[in-house]
């Protein structure tokens, strides 16, 4: 089983839809971390927690939110998706200090 | 405030050394990752300098030198497989929220 396990892999809504895509990783690392990739950029960061009680924003926050439901899951919200979100969304996870970030597959959401 | 400097492409020949040049600017420095990340996955971790010198790793080879804020990585014996974007990322403490550019892209031909 991979290390961090990102659901769905794949999938296609329509503007206005909730979505939820979810993160669990074994890795047993407290720190756990949203980004996201467009085409011909680099990965931004949308949230991250340092543990269970913690939630930061990152630089792209607006029309996100995330739940941190436990040491091993972590989940991003769009309440309300919106075309200009159609991404590919990256969940990680990491120890403390300078720790390697260890990714998840990717999530590709497509917005109608 | 962080800024990075790498080449946006590059390309070089199977079997062949490539060097990928990096130059940063950044408020505060810890260490530097190299990733690697093939088009529509994960990045994945490649190396982390903390101090100058050279750290070899198999094919792979990173550099750093802190006075310059410069770091270099080394690929050798090329593989068509090593086609993909390599990110250089400083690391300024924080909470390890690293900030990834566009890196740069590898094209290995025949």
């Known amino acids: 089983d991979a290390d961090v396990t990102q659901t769905p892999r794949n999938r296609i809504t329509k503007t206005g839809k909730r979505i939820m895509l979810e993160c669990s990783q074994t890795?047993?690392?407290?720190?756990m971390y949203w980004y996201r990739q467009d085409p011909g950029l680099g990965l931004r960061l949308i949230y991250y927690?340092?543990?269970?009680?913690?939630?930061n924003k990152g630089e792209i926050s607006d029309g996100y939110s995330v739940s941190r439901q436990a040491q091993a899951k972590f989940s991003l919200s769009l309440e309300s998706a919106i075309p200009n979100q159609t991404a590919l969304y990256f969940c990680?996870?990491?120890?403390?200090?300078?720790?390697?970030?260890?990714f998840g597959a990717g999530s590709r959401l497509t917005v109608l | 405030g962080q800024n990075i400097d790498q080449p946006t492409e590059m390309t070089a020949t199977e079997g062949a050394i490539v060097q990928i040049n990096c130059t940063y600017q950044?408020?505060?420095?810890?260490?530097l990752f190299w990733y690697q990340q093939h088009a529509g996955e994960a990045p994945t971790f490649l190396s982390y300098?903390?101090?100058?010198g050279l750290e070899e790793k198999g094919r792979f080879s990173s550099f750093l030198s802190r006075s310059k804020g410069y770091s270099y990585l080394l690929l050798k014996e090329l593989q068509m497989k090593d086609s993909a974007s390599y990110l250089c990322?400083?690391?300024?403490?924080?909470?390890?929220?690293?900030?990834f550019g566009t890196g740069t892209q590898l094209k290995v031909e025949l």
């Open positions: 990680a996870t990491s120890g403390a200090g300078a720790n390697v970030l260890t």
């Open positions: 890795k047993g690392h407290d720190r």
């Open positions: 927690s340092f543990d269970v009680k913690d939630i």
């Open positions: 950044t408020s505060g420095f810890n260490g």
């Open positions: 300098n903390v101090l100058d």
């Open positions: 990322v400083p690391f300024t403490g924080g909470g390890n929220k690293l900030t």
